[in-house]
C-alpha cells in the first residue's frame, strides 16, 4: 500500500510547496465521498488510542521525527511525505466531554495526492503514532 502511495505521489504532477494553511479532510478537492473512510480508518483509531493521554501523541510525533503544533490540546505534524505533510490533532476528553481528534492537511494536498490516496497517508501515520 505504501509502495503505491508513493507511486502515486511521484507522478503527479504537483508543484505547490507546502504553504502552512491547514485543512480538514472535507475540504480537500474530492475528499466528501471519502470521509466516512477518513474518519474510520483514520482518526477514530487516532483519538481511541491517545484521546485519554494526548501528551502520548506528542512523544509518539517527536519519536517519528514531527513537530509539535499549535492545534487542540496536542498536535503533531509528521512529514509523511515531502511536501504533503499531516497534522494529528487530539483534545482531551472531560467529565462532560469525550475526547475528540481530527487530521489536518496542508491546503495544497489535494494537488499530490487524490482524496483516496490521503485517506491511506493518514491512515498510515496514524498507524504509526500508535505502534
Known sequence: ??????????????????????????????????????????????VKRFGKNPPELAQAGIVLGGNLSQAGDVSV?????PRVPVTYVIWAGDD????????LFDSTASGWLAAED??????????????
Open 1 to 46: 500500500m505504501e509502495q503505491v502511495l508513493w507511486l502515486h505521489y511521484l507522478i503527479t504532477e504537483g508543484t505547490a510547496s507546502p504553504i502552512g494553511r491547514l485543512a480538514a479532510y472535507r475540504e480537500l478537492s474530492g475528499a466528501g465521498f471519502y470521509e466516512p473512510v477518513f474518519n474510520a480508518r483514520a482518526v477514530r483509531p487516532l
Open 96 to 103: 462532560e466531554m469525550p475526547p475528540e481528534g481530527t487530521i
Open 77 to 81: 505534524t509528521l512529514p509523511l511525505l
Open 118 to 131: 490521503l485517506v491511506v497517508l493518514a491512515s498510515l501515520g496514524t498507524y504509526r503514532l500508535i505502534s
